[in-house]
């Protein structure tokens, strides 16, 4: 009995062994495609994947199969060669897509909110020509309103420019540049409207460095002020004395 289970295991290796070395994939994928709520504009894509190689495909938009070696263009005159193959995958675009989209458009609505950030392009001074950018990322759907405010009020016109990105993975980024001049006191703010966020994002500019740095140097500046009147009026004082000291010596 032990002697039969370990053949057993033994057979099983080998066999492990052999498959693992030489694997075969055939993948039959299919697709439903579209960006219209009203489904308009759906595509039923069928993909014949031997080993990762397509070798055949069917698009509704051709209405027929194309093939992309010796054997996928055999297979793909065969099956346009079959009305009754050629009318079900007709079909199939209102009874598998478009049904099922019907079906899914509400519940698989994928919502993501965007990641938002305001930040200076580079060291940002007050009294200076700055360019701010608000950063909008990672969100899907691509719908998205970005606003400037300045001290709660809405910016426009042509100081304002933005970049908008697909990264290809289902997700979006977007970034808005204002050009302005920046104040101490007025707060900049960048206003995001998704439908991932349930209301609307504020995101003000963070100007704390800005702030605790001119303090600095105030403080630093201040410490040098004081430094130079106590060096002074030491130098003054010591000139007196001194000076004292010299003229006082006659009359003593
Ligand atoms: C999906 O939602 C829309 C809008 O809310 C609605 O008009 C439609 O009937 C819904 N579809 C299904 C299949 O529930
Ligand atoms: C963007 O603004 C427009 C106009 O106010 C509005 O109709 C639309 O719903 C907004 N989009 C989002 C994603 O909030």
Redesign the pocket.
């Known amino acids: 009995m032990r002697t039969l289970t370990l053949a057993l295991v033994l057979v099983g290796f080998a066999f492990g062994c052999v498959s693992s070395e030489d694997v075969y994939v055939f993948q039959n994928i299919v697709e439903c495609e579209y960006s219209k709520e009203d489904l308009s504009d759906m595509v039923y894509i069928i993909k014949l994947v031997f080993n990762q190689k397509l070798m055949c495909s069917y698009d509704s938009r051709l209405g027929k199969y194309v093939g992309y070696d010796e054997y996928g263009i055999k297979n793909a005159a065969h099956y346009n060669s079959q009305g009754w193959k050629m009318k079900q995958r007709k079909d199939e675009l209102e009874t598998l897509c478009r049904a099922n989209a019907r079906f899914y458009v509400n519940s698989t609505t994928r919502k993501m909110p965007p990641i938002v950030t305001v930040r200076p392009t580079e060291k940002a001074h007050y009294g200076q020509l700055t360019t701010l950018v608000c950063h909008a990322y990672a969100f899907y759907p691509q719908?998205?309103?970005m606003t400037w405010l300045l001290d709660g009020s809405e910016v426009t016109g042509d100081v304002i420019s933005t970049e908008f990105m697909d990264n290809g993975d289902w997700s979006y980024q977007t970034h808005s540049h204002l050009d302005l001049v920046l104040h101490r006191g007025v707060s900049v703010s960048c206003r995001v409207?998704?439908?991932g966020l349930e209301k609307p994002l504020v995101v003000q500019w963070d100007s704390t460095s800005l702030d605790s740095r001119t303090a600095k140097l105030a403080v630093g500046c201040s410490f040098f002020l004081i430094g130079l009147i106590v060096a002074f009026s030491a130098a003054y004082i010591y000139y007196k004395r001194k000076h004292r000291g010299f003229s006082s010596l006659p009359l003593n």
Do not use: L, Q
């Open positions: 719908a998205i309103n409207e998704h439908s």
